[in-house]
């Protein structure tokens, strides 16, 4: 009997425009600087920080570029590589109708999404945000080309109509919500700047020698870099929000049941495994692995609520979105001791092993795999718990690499184009196994024979030799084995 929860990729309609290009090689190394944690923490939407909030904020860019006087007649767009493969499951189409209306990921409300593209399409205007208005019908106006651009495999070109001529732009998202032009260098500059940081470190090395020589610890230097931008009480004001966003995403999927969109009628199932939990605790029910159920629960929800398009923050990405939040919910309600100082020194020390990755290999799933997603977070979060619970700045840098070496080769083959299928679940087993590393490496003294950069080092030339029909095209893997039968 056919299974009617299980569609094929070919379903995804492209137009077969050019070749799909396999050898993409954009991927930077290191260079002296730092990335702010409120870079890779993001604000957003679901379901793809890379094809729905990057695509979001270059479409915000666009207009904002445009001359400030004059009648823009048009606008068209056009979608590149894995941005058109998967853009329809992502919903990159909707985001950047929302982002040429002037909306942003953290400022539109996912209620409101669906009306404001309804009324595009029905009136195939869009209302730009200085009062003018351009001709565009979204089912016409899009385009979907698989052929790759060589810089990065998500690309997007806007094209404009104006009194003075047509005026396009070429933008990449290169993942976790990072956006930059054909001009610019592959780290966009609000995110890595040379700021007269105190301690700006380009490899993990580099990072463990600093900290070393100032006494430090890994949070309080990505602390002392982010006092260049911020204040202290802005620091502490920025990690609570990024938190109360998390928890309250947390809480919506523990409490929206139903069916997630996109046609694979994959069924929420936090809501009922909350409901299961809440039942053993009130029976007193012994079982020694029930921590590890309500991680799993907690990935699940953050998870089921990105496929569904609501608010979460990109740690490091949308669909790894999961992993950080359910750590974090671990060790503030199973560890004695957890404090908001805990959490804060969870946030900074995540932030840290994140820019590593994003800078020295890819935190784009469409550009190395699972492994630049999941393996990122998992490896952030392993090394934000073993901080957070004490761990020395050897002992957080093993744990990152322990949680990053044991993602390494992890494929993006998302059923549908949708980030569902692996994608939920693998959010939950990443989460279980953050703990793990953490666990496995404050029962060590932090000396260990492969180090973090070797890892990451590793990481990037496995992405570049995977194919790209296992990232984030939906042409390889589950995304074509899983068919109806």
């Given at each position: ?313 990109t740690a490091p990405t ?33 932030a840290a092993i994140g ?131």
């Amino acid at each position: 009997m056919a299974n009617p929860r299980v569609v094929r990729a070919e379903a995804i309609e492209l137009r077969q425009d050019g070749p799909l290009v396999e050898e993409v090689d954009p991927i930077s190394t290191g260079a002296p600087g730092w990335i702010s944690l409120f870079d890779l923490f993001r604000v957003g939407i679901g379901p793809s920080s890379s094809h729905t909030v990057g695509p979001m904020i270059a479409a915000g860019r666009f207009v904002a570029s445009l001359p400030a006087t004059g009648a823009i007649a048009a606008i068209r767009v056009e979608l590149f590589g894995s941005l058109a493969l998967t853009g329809k499951g992502h919903g990159t189409d909707i985001a950047v109708i929302l982002g040429l209306l002037g909306e942003t990921p953290d400022g539109v409300d996912p209620d409101a999404v669906p009306a404001l593209v309804a009324a595009v399409a029905a009136r195939r205007r869009v209302a730009l945000p200085n009062g003018r208005e351009a001709a565009f019908d979204p089912a016409t106006d899009i385009r979907f080309t698989r052929a790759l651009l060589p810089q990065h495999p998500n690309a997007l070109r806007f094209t404009a109509e104006t009194a003075a001529g047509p005026v396009a732009e070429t933008f990449y998202s290169v993942g976790g919500g990072f956006v930059i032009t054909a001009a610019e260098d592959d780290m966009p500059g609000a995110a890595m700047a040379p700021d007269p940081a105190p301690y700006p470190f380009a490899t993990s090395r580099a990072l463990l020698e600093r900290a070393a020589a100032a006494e430090l610890t890994i949070a309080a230097l990505q602390r002392a870099n982010e006092r260049t931008r911020r204040t202290e009480a802005e620091i502490s004001a920025g990690i609570a929000r990024l938190w109360a966003v998390m928890q309250a995403c947390i809480a919506r999927g523990l409490r929206e049941g139903g069916e997630l969109p996109g046609g694979l009628r994959v069924r929420r199932r936090a809501p009922a495994l909350h409901a299961r939990l809440q039942e053993g605790a009130a029976r007193n029910s012994l079982d020694v692995l029930q921590g590890m159920d309500w991680v799993n629960l907690f990935a699940l929800a953050v998870n089921e609520e990105n496929a569904a398009g609501g608010r979460v923050v990109t740690a490091p990405t949308n669909g790894a979105a999961g992993i950080i939040p359910a750590v974090l919910m671990y060790y503030q309600r199973f560890v004695t001791g957890a404090s908001a100082e805990g959490i804060e020194t969870f946030f900074l020390t995540a932030a840290a092993i994140g820019s590593l990755i994003k800078r020295n290999a890819s935190i784009s799933g469409a550009e190395v795999g699972c492994q630049g997603e999941v393996g990122s977070a998992c490896a952030m979060a392993a090394a934000g718990l073993a901080a957070a619970l004490g761990g020395s700045n050897a002992q957080v840098e093993n744990a990152a690499e322990i949680g990053l070496e044991h993602n390494l080769g992890l494929t993006c083959d998302p059923i549908g184009g949708l980030v569902q299928i692996p994608c939920i679940e693998r959010n939950a087993l990443a989460s279980v196994k953050a703990i793990n590393a953490a666990r496995l490496a404050l029962h060590g003294d932090g000396t260990h024979f492969v180090s973090l950069d070797q890892v990451i080092l590793t990481m990037r030339d496995t992405g570049r030799d995977m194919l790209s029909k296992y990232k984030e095209t939906s042409e390889g893997g589950l995304a074509v084995n899983a068919i109806e039968c």
